[in-house]
């Protein structure tokens, strides 16, 4: 058993803030600065190609809502005994009650899911404006990447979905009693911290080779999709919190695995593919009006 480290992060004392009767969750925070930066830098690179300005932001509009929606559904659906089980802690409304603490709220929320039903949700918004939506999943890949680094430190004020534990000088200091916690332990890794450093390097990397390599028609965003299911899988493996498995490996490691090639194989079945993707407006020179 790891001793207590040295050095470690100390979790915060408390996640909620009240501003008079409103509480501030840092969860919440975290994923609202993660989408508003997503959607700036997707912005700057939709401009940059040539598209027009706001059109993020309209997109925006139907891919919240409609990944906020995925996201509960992914959790729901791999974690249904939590909610349907014979000791279910939490009631079938509360899949639904994301702003409700009788549930899990806001942290019930998974990533594939999000991304698929948002990405439903901004493929809808560009039939209506005639814009190519491959071309928008090449602007945001990096963008969804780096707001994801952010969002990420959500774990962090909830003290969740940590890691086994461990004497490492970066080790997450966890309450006592908390669930995945061991007996005389109070460090473990800190796999928020994982993910948020691979995505951000994962999102700077896709703006390098999105420069360096012409990768368009979705290529760029299926390498967003390698690389942070690559990333996924082995920081999957160190979290203790209870999880459904199959052959021994947690759900989300298999979701993983199936991103992965499926996303490696677009980028080779669409390696010769050229032809102009629509914008829906073409750019404006400066001073023309």
């Keep these: 058993m790891p001793a207590m480290s040295?050095?470690?992060?100390?979790?915060?004392?408390?996640?909620?803030?009240?501003?008079?009767?409103?509480?501030?969750?840092?969860?919440?925070?975290?994923i609202m600065l993660g989408i508003v930066a997503a959607v700036i830098i997707a912005e700057r690179r939709w401009r940059a190609r040539g598209g027009a300005p706001g059109t993020m932001m309209d997109l925006a509009v139907?891919?919240?809502?409609?990944?906020?929606?995925?996201?509960?559904?992914?959790?729901?659906?791999?974690?249904?005994?939590?909610y349907f089980g014979p000791d279910a802690p939490y009631r079938p409304i509360d899949t639904i009650l994301i702003w409700s603490d009788s549930g899990p709220g806001w942290r019930g929320l998974g990533v594939w899911g999000a991304v698929a039903l948002g990405g439903v949700g901004v493929w809808i918004a560009c039939r209506r404006r005639g814009i190519a939506v491959s071309a928008v999943a090449d602007a945001v890949a990096p963008a969804i990447a780096i707001g994801q680094a952010i969002g990420r430190w959500c774990n962090y004020f909830n003290q969740e979905l940590f890691g086994g534990p461990t004497d490492l000088p970066w080790g997450l200091e966890i309450e006592a009693g908390r669930p995945g916690t061991v007996p005389g332990v109070s460090t473990y890794h800190p796999t928020f911290l994982y993910e948020s450093l691979w995505s951000l390097a994962l999102g700077l990397l896709l703006i390098w080779a999105g420069r360096r390599f012409t990768l368009r028609h979705g290529r760029l965003f299926a390498l967003y999709v390698a690389g942070y299911t690559a990333g996924r899988f082995w920081i999957e493996g160190l979290r203790v919190d209870p999880a459904n498995e199959i052959l021994g490996m947690r759900l989300n490691q298999w979701t993983s695995i199936v991103l992965f090639l499926g996303a490696l194989a677009y980028v080779y079945l669409t390696r010769n593919k050229d032809s102009e993707e629509s914008l829906g407006a073409e750019r404006v020179p400066a001073g023309v009006k």
């Design 6 to 30: 040295l050095a470690s992060i100390p979790s915060p004392s408390e996640g909620v803030w009240y501003l008079g009767p409103l509480p501030i969750r840092g969860y919440t925070v975290c």
């Design 62 to 82: 139907w891919g919240i809502p409609f990944g906020i929606v995925g996201a509960r559904l992914y959790h729901v659906i791999t974690d249904w005994q939590l």
